[in-house]
């Protein structure tokens, strides 16, 4: 596979509102990071994804932008962007942004033009269609419940939304519309920005049949008829030869739909698309045909396929991205390791898990330090508009909310969107002022400044991972094979190129676990707990990365 440095770097995930507020109203903006760069950098971390900052009434955090060229002002001003952009490059590391254009905001001046009328030069920047039968045009549902239609009284016509109403699609069957997102794109990549992280990029082209959804399943539903329509690769195509391939960037598509069967289109080096994917096909093991607040178990052989089968598939082919959490799923700690008695280790677990893997690996902030799920008491407390909008939803189906809170907590999106645990102080260090969304109340016990003192700290072993992937290029391009597929309660897996070979033995349980691999000539150069021994005797979540000898 051909080498470049996205391939080769850890990248850092930064939900603005929740990281760092610099001037106490609650609220994490631009000097908030700008204060903790030093910080990031002394992570060993390469890049920084930042969740947008750009102009929006908040209806969805920032995902509903209301001008793609401006900054929240919640967040701060475009001479703080400045600032951040190069204090990151000073201290050499890179930016990426998020693209959010599958919808706007209806705050956006194209989408003010568009409502107006009908002959609007903007009005076919969105969708809009005629209702049917005193009803919206289809039976589409939004991904956050309701109709994905919204009708609008000044033309008698609906839009579509496939977000919150306050988020209408794009029309990117309209050619205007792809030139002007390549205009914000290079916009960005003038400024000295390093590339995107495209969001719902799966969704973009739609099937202009508009047909009746007819699965009950919404994930179903995303599948066939949301996501990947006719003329994605395409649009994609057409983004990379106008912009994307003249400058030295990276891009990372999400996609709701990116199966198995498609990821290579996007990703595969010969396409001229993108160059890599964030799948949900692990993140949705959890969900049941409810969706995400209809919670199932599920097993680590699942988990341990997933992460096998698409390794095989894009191998040299494509490059992947390795990512347990981000600001729309749960903790990856209580989500898919333990937030109990064994927080700690399982923490360092799936570092070492991310660290070792074939893909590019992701960190999502308050990982590096193993911070968990929050379970709020009141549904008052809960702040995401998915959220919100799942408790609406059960009092018009005439039950009460607080009955279901637990759903919340295991699956919410805001368990990942409490406010980052600098300190034991008020806030957890985060501000001086009440927060937005409250502070996990285990900030007391999980913090920075304590994992700081602390060299046996989550964080100290975070970054003691990350600079042994830095030290064994084999864990960035090297082969993976999973061993032992049908086991259980240990993931463990090979990587080897010409000159090494490597063993990963990671124990996803509670019990101590004889684990007996056919493999010899082991010698042991990383482990999570304090003090280790070559033997595969694996105590609970417990994680080895040895060397294999011949
Ligand atoms: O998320 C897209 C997406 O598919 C999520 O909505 C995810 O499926 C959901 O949280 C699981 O229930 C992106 C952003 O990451 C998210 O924050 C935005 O809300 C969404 O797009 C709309 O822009
Ligand atoms: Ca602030």
Known sequence: MKKTWWKESVVYQIYPRSFNDSNNDGIGDIQGVVQKLDYIKSLGIDVIWLCPVYKSPNDDNGYDIADYRDIMSEFGTMA?????????????????????????????????????????PYRDYYIWKPGQNG????????????????HDTATDEYYLHLFTTKQPDLNWENPKVRAEVNDIIKYWFDKGVDGFRMDVISLISKREEYADMVSPVFEETIAKQYANGPRIHEFLKEMNREVLSKFDIMTVGEGPGITL???????????????????????????????????????????KDVFNRWDEKLNGK??????????????????????????????????????????????????????????????????????????????ADGQNPQDHIHNAHQMGRDNARTPIQWSDDSNGGFSDSEPWIKVNPNYTEINVASQERDKRSVLNYFRKMIQFRKEHPTLVYGDYESIENDHKQVYAYRRWDEENEYLVVLNFSDQVVDFTPIITGLELLAYNYDDSTEDLLMRPWEAKVFRVND
């Open 318 to 395: 494509g490059w992947g991205s390795i990512f347990l959490g981000n600001h729309d799923f749960p903790r990856m700690v209580s989500r898919f390791a333990t937030d109990g008695k064994y927080r700690e280790e399982a923490s360092k677990l799936l570092a070492t898990l991310l660290m070792t893997m074939r893909g590019t690996p992701y960190v999502y902030q308050g990982d590096e330090i193993g911070m968990s799920n929050v379970a709020f008491e009141s549904t008052e407390d809960y702040r995401d508009v998915e959220t919100l909008n799942y408790f609406r939803q059960l009092e």
């Open 135 to 150: 009803g919206p045009p289809n039976n589409w549902e939004a991904f956050f419940g309701g109709s994905a239609w919204q």
């Open 261 to 303: 069967e498609h990821g290579l289109d996007y990703v595969g080096e010969d396409r001229d698309e993108l160059n890599m994917v964030f799948h949900f096909d692990h993140m949705f093991l959890d969900m049941g045909d409810g969706g995400k607040f209809d919670p199932i178990p599920y097993s680590l052989v699942e988990f």
């Open 80 to 120: 703080d962007f400045d600032e951040l952009l190069a204090g990151i490059h000073k201290r050499d590391m890179k930016l990426v942004m998020d693209l959010v254009v599958n919808h706007s905001s209806d705050e956006h001046a194209w989408f003010e033009e568009s409502r107006k009328s009908k002959d609007n």
